[in-house]
Nanobody, 118 residues
Framework: VQLQACGGGLVQAGGSLKLSCTASGRFSAIHTMGWYRQTPGNQRELIATITRDGVTDYADSVKGRFTISRDNAANEMYLQMVDLEPEDTAVYFC?????????????WGQGTLVTVSS
């Protein structure tokens, strides 16, 4: 399973960005998907998850500003980010739990950089 994240870039504080993550490869099903972010010297922070049925959860730091969604038919996941703050500057990674026949494991994308200027 390969995960390709895109949509990062430079935006001013208060602006918006939408990240996308596309899953490809051979798999039986993709279960929960999510977004992490990481700043230099810090651990990756889980900020949003979405189940296959569309149940979502958010970190307090992004709740009310970020919206996670997915298109199961297209094997895609999105993160709509509004009211961005300089503290949101990070590399954003998508992740997915996928089943290949009887084996289930987690997969990671390569990351996309989001820079929010003040």
């Amino acid at each position: 399973v390969q995960l390709q994240a895109c949509g990062g870039g430079l935006v001013q504080a208060g602006g918006s960005l939408k990240l996308s993550c596309t899953a490809s490869g051979r798999f039986s099903a993709i279960h929960t998907m999510g977004w992490y972010r990481q700043t230099p010297g810090n651990q990756r922070e889980l900020i949003a998850t979405i189940t296959r049925d569309g149940v979502t959860d958010y970190a307090d730091s992004v709740k009310g500003r970020f919206t996670i969604s997915r298109d199961n038919a297209a094997n895609e996941m999105y993160l709509q980010m509004v009211d961005l703050e300089p503290e949101d500057t990070a590399v954003y990674f998508c992740t997915a739990t996928a089943r290949i026949r009887l084996k289930v494991r987690d997969y990671w994308g390569q990351g996309t950089l989001v820079t929010v200027s003040s």
